[in-house]
């Protein structure tokens, strides 16, 4: 089993700027990727960004050039820096983590609240 802690949420105004960050313990030699989800209010969770062990990252079209998504190996923590937030940014940011390839979804963090006034 993993174990991922997030943090980092909170309010901003738009146009600002928000470092998230996920914490994994436990089993974490078997994560080949980790990455973030987005749930706005009233809609499905979807991806936002991920980078695999071999450093490779992807992105939602609707952040590329404004969030950038980092790790640190031996801290096992996944950061990620969201730039000009926008209040469609608003939601609960997911962390997740992936055995074997990126998109697995087999662990998720609790979540963390991102609010961004207009």
Same mark, same amino acid.
């Given at each position: 089993? /993993?174990?991922?802690?997030?943090? #980092? ?5 738009? #146009?600002?700027?928000? @470092? ?9 030699? @078997? /994560?080949?990727?980790? $990455?973030? &989800?987005?749930?706005?209010? $009233?809609?499905? @969770?979807?991806?936002?960004? !991920? ?11 609707? /952040?590329? $050039? @404004?969030?950038?998504?980092?790790? !640190? ?5 996944? &950061? ?22 990126? #998109?697995?979804?087999? &662990?998720? #963090? ?9």
């Amino acid at each position: 089993q /993993v174990q991922l802690v997030e943090s #980092g949420g909170g309010l901003v105004q738009a #146009g600002g700027s928000l @470092r998230l960050s996920c914490e994994a313990s436990g089993s974490t030699f @078997r /994560v080949a990727c980790m $990455g973030w &989800y987005h749930q706005a209010p $009233g809609k499905q @969770r979807e991806p936002v960004a !991920d980078i695999a062990n071999s450093g490779r990252t992807n992105y939602a079209e609707s /952040v590329k $050039g @404004r969030f950038t998504i980092s790790r !640190d190996g031996a801290k096992n923590t996944v &950061y990620l820096e969201m730039n000009s937030l926008k209040a469609e940014d608003t939601g609960v940011y997911y962390c997740v983590a992936h055995n074997s390839y990126c #998109g697995r979804g087999d &662990y998720w #963090g609790q979540g963390t609240q991102v609010t961004v006034s207009s």
